[in-house]
């Protein structure tokens, strides 16, 4: 395993990973996340979803991003953000994949400075979708796809459990518990996403839509997502 990989899915990464939530923050307003057993179900219902999809995205980006010069254009950035902003269909969900992917492609630049982030920022100046930049950094940080989508699928359990253990005072330990558990299902997400433009998966998640759609209205909120 890269060690760079260990860097990109460290919290501590000062790219505003921690200010997200990934629905979990909704979910627990309205409930649905009260305890250690719902907390495990939300986190395995997000990994078969929007972890899934976004951890294809990510193996994808990092495929291309370690492409010739020649194929790694603004063209072929564009088209799988397109790719990407098809399979999210709650524009507060696109806005907050956005944000995070161009703070972590600003914070990577400085870390892994490549004409290859250069492209990709040039390319999507409103900001790329997170598993894009994550993707294309994990290229330049010298990651296999494999290795892009297990960084892609953890970071999209983990930001919802570490939100879960601040918002209600969980046992950290019962929740890395509950982490430790989902590990097999992360590598065989990771082992098994494609990364052809014809294969990427499009599993949907209503309820995470749902949920932030409603948290972008709500008048208190501790993290932005």
Do not use: K
Request: with cysteine; hydrophobic share 50%; charged share 15%.
């Amino acid at each position: 395993m890269n060690a760079a990989l260990l860097l990109l899915a460290d919290s501590r990464l000062p790219a505003g990973g921690h200010g997200h939530s990934g629905g979990a923050e909704e979910a627990v307003r309205i409930g649905a996340i009260h305890d250690l057993a719902g907390l495990a179900a939300f986190l395995r219902g997000r990994l078969a979803t929007a972890g899934l999809v976004t951890a294809a995205l990510a193996a994808a980006a990092c495929d291309l991003g370690a492409s010739p010069p020649a194929a790694t254009g603004r063209p072929e950035w564009t088209r799988l953000d397109a790719e990407a902003d098809a399979r999210i269909s709650s524009p507060a969900q696109r806005e907050a994949s956005r944000t995070q992917g161009r703070l972590l492609l600003r914070t990577s630049r400085r870390i892994w400075p490549s004409p290859v982030l250069d492209t990709l920022a040039g390319a999507l100046p409103q900001g790329a979708h997170h598993p894009l930049a994550l993707g294309a950094v994990a290229a330049v940080a010298g990651c296999s796809p494999a290795e892009a989508a297990l960084a892609a699928a953890y970071t999209s359990v983990t930001g919802p459990a570490t939100a879960a253990v601040r918002l209600l005072g969980l046992d950290p330990v019962a929740v890395h518990r509950l982490l430790a558990e989902l590990a097999p299902a992360l590598e065989r997400v990771a082992a098994t996403v494609p990364t052809g433009w014809e294969a990427l998966p499009a599993h949907a998640s209503p309820a995470l839509d749902l949920l932030a759609e409603h948290h972008i209205h709500a008048d208190l909120r501790l993290f932005v997502s």
